[in-house]
């Protein structure tokens, strides 16, 4: 058998699958009901223990390492992140067009440890009212590690490239900070037919020469990116259209005067409603993120660009008059939602509007 264990001391005894060892790391849930591939190689899950609330998990397998233009098609990134999985059954038995494995298997390649046999209903309800934890799994007849948050490393260091990547396209050059992309908002902007230059989290694009900037996801807390934030002040200065995402609507807003802040338990799913300020549309959206932008010390020049309709926090910024916007949500959304991967093309029609005033 194996336990988990709350730092407010809830013991939570289950069944161990995939890597045999202990771990710890933040807890946190995610209320999708598919996509664990794409949810375990998302990067801003770094350090943390996944408990996935849909109650069977493993039953479509894992699709192979098939690579797309120059991607693994069916990952966010090259590896798994999470530092533990926790499901309430797990099934060893798949059956999927494009599986070519179980999911303890791929797990245990990557020796990343899962508990099954728990009650995540509870579980998830427990961290929706105390907010999120830190936890420790471990088998039974090993040593307890010791407790970590993985707030306090510099997370996005460990998930950023550590050189340049170029990806070909047209003349519009645009510059992508890799705070611990996924690859799917790489695969957004490639199918605009742009070139992208994917960057290091603390390279200087300042002296680069691009067309437009975006500023991916990642974990932890935005604080950490002083760097990022630095440059993204001159890049601000420069003036060419600039997007966030996820964290980087938190390094954007920080740029541009905003503070940001620890959520109770985070946004994390398929399945979170967010409201386009100064219209009725409201959008479905996935989500991956612990810490918020508090848009009530914005500077004059900008104003919140979406909101959550669940807790009414910030959803993203854009500025009033410049070709600057950013997400908290994901438009790239891989498995899904889809429904706002139109703001790749807005960003896009900034590019091109702001080189032809350029010239």
């Given at each position: 058998?194996?336990?988990?264990?709350?730092?407010?001391?809830?013991?939570?005894?289950?069944?161990?699958?995939?890597?045999?060892?202990?771990?710890?790391?933040?807890?946190?849930?995610?209320?999708?009901?598919?996509?664990?591939?794409?949810?375990?190689?998302?990067?801003?899950?770094?350090?943390?223990?996944?408990?996935?609330?849909?109650?069977?998990?493993?039953?479509?397998?894992?699709?192979?390492?098939?690579?797309?233009?120059?991607?693994?098609?069916?990952?966010?990134?090259?590896?798994?992140?999470?530092?533990?999985?926790?499901?309430?059954?797990?099934?060893?038995?798949?059956?999927?067009?494009?599986?070519?494995?179980?999911?303890?298997?791929?797990?245990?390649?990557?020796?990343?440890?899962?508990?099954?046999?728990?009650?995540?209903?509870?579980?998830?309800?427990?961290?929706?009212?105390?907010?999120?934890?830190?936890?420790?799994?471990?088998?039974?007849?090993?040593?307890?590690?010791?407790?970590?948050?993985?707030?306090?490393?510099?997370?996005?260091?460990?998930?950023?490239?550590?050189?340049?990547?170029?990806?070909?396209?047209?003349?519009?050059?645009?510059?992508?900070?890799?705070?611990?992309?996924?690859?799917n908002i790489i695969r957004c902007l490639m199918d605009t037919g742009a070139t992208v230059i994917r960057v290091p989290w603390d390279y200087d694009f300042t002296q680069d020469d691009y067309d437009g900037l975006v500023v991916s996801n990642g974990p932890g807390d935005p604080q950490v990116c002083r760097e990022t934030i630095r440059n993204l002040e001159t890049a601000i200065k420069i003036g060419k259209p600039i997007f966030g995402i996820c964290l980087g609507n938190q390094l954007l807003a920080s740029a541009a005067g905003a503070s940001t802040f620890k959520l109770k338990y985070g946004h994390r799913g398929y399945n979170q409603p967010v409201l386009q300020v100064g219209t009725n549309k409201a959008y479905i959206t996935s989500q991956n993120h612990?810490?918020?932008?508090?848009?009530?010390?914005?500077?004059?020049?900008?104003?919140?660009?979406?909101?959550?309709?669940?807790?009414?926090?910030?959803?993203?910024?854009?500025?009033?008059?410049?070709?600057?916007?950013?997400?908290?949500?994901?438009?790239?959304?891989?498995?899904?939602?889809?429904?706002?991967?139109?703001?790749?093309?807005?960003?896009?029609?900034?590019?091109?509007?702001?080189?032809?005033?350029?010239?």
């Amino acid at each position: 058998m194996a336990q988990l264990l709350l730092d407010d001391g809830t013991r939570i005894t289950g069944k161990p699958f995939a890597a045999l060892r202990s771990v710890a790391g933040e807890v946190v849930f995610n209320t999708a009901m598919t996509g664990y591939p794409e949810s375990l190689t998302d990067p801003s899950y770094k350090g943390q223990i996944l408990v996935l609330t849909y109650p069977l998990i493993g039953n479509y397998g894992v699709p192979g390492r098939t690579i797309r233009e120059h991607l693994p098609r069916d990952f966010e990134s090259d590896r798994i992140h999470i530092s533990a999985l926790v499901t309430s059954t797990y099934s060893a038995e798949y059956s999927h067009w494009n599986a070519l494995g179980n999911l303890s298997d791929w797990l245990l390649e990557h020796n990343v440890p899962g508990i099954c046999g728990i009650d995540t209903r509870a579980l998830t309800k427990r961290l929706r009212e105390h907010g999120t934890m830190l936890g420790k799994l471990f088998q039974e007849d090993e040593k307890e590690v010791d407790f970590y948050d993985p707030n306090k490393d510099n997370l996005v260091d460990l998930v950023s490239v550590k050189e340049k990547i170029t990806y070909p396209g047209n003349d519009n050059r645009i510059i992508l900070v890799d705070c611990g992309v996924k690859n799917n908002i790489i695969r957004c902007l490639m199918d605009t037919g742009a070139t992208v230059i994917r960057v290091p989290w603390d390279y200087d694009f300042t002296q680069d020469d691009y067309d437009g900037l975006v500023v991916s996801n990642g974990p932890g807390d935005p604080q950490v990116c002083r760097e990022t934030i630095r440059n993204l002040e001159t890049a601000i200065k420069i003036g060419k259209p600039i997007f966030g995402i996820c964290l980087g609507n938190q390094l954007l807003a920080s740029a541009a005067g905003a503070s940001t802040f620890k959520l109770k338990y985070g946004h994390r799913g398929y399945n979170q409603p967010v409201l386009q300020v100064g219209t009725n549309k409201a959008y479905i959206t996935s989500q991956n993120h612990g810490f918020a932008v508090d848009d009530s010390n914005l500077g004059a020049d900008w104003e919140p660009f979406f909101i959550n309709l669940n807790d009414g926090t910030n959803e993203g910024i854009r500025h009033k008059t410049k070709p600057f916007f950013s997400t908290q949500f994901h438009p790239e959304a891989s498995g899904g939602p889809t429904d706002t991967r139109f703001l790749f093309n807005d960003f896009m029609n900034l590019v091109k509007e702001h080189k032809m005033i350029r010239r």
